[in-house]
């Protein structure tokens, strides 16, 4: 059973940063695409980034891009999502989900992670 657990977030400041990690099992992960979504209140989820395993190329959301890094440890099964100069906007539980892709888009065919809550104060 594919299995994903999400951790590593907290209460932050505006400009602070947090780094998130995605604990894989239940597929091969150096052949998968992981990624992470987030989901602010009131507003529909969103594709954050996603890490193709196979040759570490990485896809990130256009107002996201330069403040989020994601990377992965294929040796560990784990991923990563470092976030910096986090905005009250970045607020809500962030998701991991494999497999993704480039687009970002949902895929009926992901397993989705339990989340976890990243609160950004101001």
């Known amino acids: 059973e594919v299995q994903l657990q999400a951790s590593g977030g907290g209460l932050v400041q505006v400009g602070g940063s947090l780094r998130l990690s995605c604990a894989a099992s239940?597929?091969?992960?150096?052949?998968?695409?992981i990624g992470w979504f987030r989901q602010a209140p009131g507003k529909q989820r969103e594709g954050v980034s996603c890490?193709?395993?196979?040759?570490?190329?990485?896809y990130y959301a256009d107002s996201l891009q330069g403040r989020f890094a994601i990377s992965s440890d294929n040796t560990k099964n784990m991923v990563y999502l470092q976030m910096n100069s986090l905005k009250p906007t970045d607020t809500g539980v962030y998701y991991c989900?494999?497999?993704?892709?480039?687009?970002?888009?949902?895929?009926?065919?992901?397993?989705w992670g339990q989340g976890t809550l990243v609160t950004v104060s101001s």
């Open positions: 890490i193709i395993n196979r040759d570490r190329s990485t």
């Open positions: 989900v494999a497999p993704c892709e480039s687009s970002l888009a949902d895929l009926d065919l992901a397993s």
């Open positions: 239940g597929f091969t992960f150096d052949d998968y695409a």
